[in-house]
């Protein structure tokens, strides 16, 4: 990068966005700065992070709008539900089968391993 080289890049950490002039369109909130360090990571203004409760382990989606920069919360569900159903759906479909045991489970891994590699020498 050249010395003296000026970067704009507009960051829209909330919902709402201010234009860089400072003029406030209808509804839009007050800017906030955030600064790109040296490692290239920014820090989110702590009033946003509170009203949005992000926190150390939130994820956020990143992505390019165009010269803007849109920073946007990711709401994922945990996945501790839908494995519970899985299991329950698994245990439903082998209901009264006899479980295998740990020596039958490792033939099953070989024979599929021996499968594959037959199969990506052929």
């Known amino acids: 990068m050249q010395k003296g080289r000026e970067i704009s890049v507009n960051l829209i950490l909330y919902v709402k966005y201010e234009s860089y002039t400072g003029e406030k369109s209808m509804g839009q909130e007050e800017a906030e700065v955030a600064v790109v360090g040296t490692k290239g990571q920014i820090v989110i203004p702590q009033r946003l992070r509170?009203?949005?409760?992000?926190?150390?382990?939130?994820?956020?989606?990143?992505?390019?709008?165009?010269?803007?920069?849109?920073?946007?919360?990711?709401?994922?569900?945990?996945?501790?539900e839908e494995l519970k159903d899985l299991f329950r759906e698994i245990d439903e479909q082998n209901k009264g089968k006899k479980k295998p045991t740990e020596k039958e489970i490792l033939e099953e891994i070989q024979a599929y391993r021996r499968e594959k590699r037959a199969n990506q020498g052929a």
């Open 50 to 80: 509170r009203e949005l409760k992000i926190t150390s382990k939130t994820k956020l989606a990143v992505y390019r709008k165009g010269d803007k920069l849109v920073v946007t919360k990711l709401n994922v569900p945990p996945l501790g």
